[in-house]
């Protein structure tokens, strides 16, 4: 089989890993609770990141930027803003600060998988399987049972050529947790192709 037809849309599979990223939804106090300044900056900053998820829909990609950054500045410790902002860059096809920011996001979101196979799937898509490859080994130590840690795992040893038992174990893996049934089927077949 030909290396090209196995790959799996790899900017598909950056969205997608957005949906599994740290949260999601934030605990946003009443404004007439008694906040700390810095408490109202966070706030702030979170409301941000919410409003940047709704622009998302539109496809306002500079839009999605400006409000990411705002909420950045307010607080710069949020690893969601931190890697959601990666994914607008690598959208821009500014892949280095993208890179950066993923780095940032995996920094503080220290039990995420995303951010690390958000890495992944950068250097994957920049044909850098090899540099891919440790990201998504990472994502999937942080959590073994992420379905787009899997996928790109998968993908990376594949194209490495490095059909192993560790291949196998991680195409078995898939077609058991994955719901979508083409990433399925690909992970059966991909595991039938090596029994032969």
């Known amino acids: ?95 280095y600060k993208a890179a950066c920011r993923f780095q940032r996001a995996s920094d503080l979101l220290a039990g995420s998988p995303t951010p690390l196979v958000n890495l992944a799937i950068l250097h994957a898509e920049l044909g850098q399987w090899d540099r891919a490859l440790p990201y998504a080994r990472g994502a999937r130590e942080r959590d073994s049972h992420h379905v787009w840690a899997l996928t790109i795992l998968a993908i990376c040893l594949i194209e490495n050529e490095n059909r192993t038992e560790e291949l196998d174990g991680v195409l078995r893996q898939l077609a058991i947790r994955t719901t979508e049934e083409s990433i399925r089927k690909w992970a059966i077949g991909q595991s039938k192709a090596m029994q032969d």
């Open 1 to 95: 089989m030909q290396k090209g037809s196995l790959r799996i849309s790899v900017s598909l599979l950056l969205w997608l890993s957005v949906l599994s990223a740290v949260g999601g939804c934030f605990g946003m106090k009443s404004a007439d609770s008694a906040m700390t300044g810095a408490s109202f900056e966070k706030q702030q900053a979170e409301a941000r990141i919410l409003n940047a998820k709704a622009v998302e829909k539109s496809g306002d990609l500079p839009r999605q930027r400006e409000l990411l950054e705002d909420a950045l500045t307010k607080d710069e410790l949020l690893g969601e803003a931190h890697n959601n902002l990666g994914i607008v860059l690598y959208e821009q096809g500014n892949y």
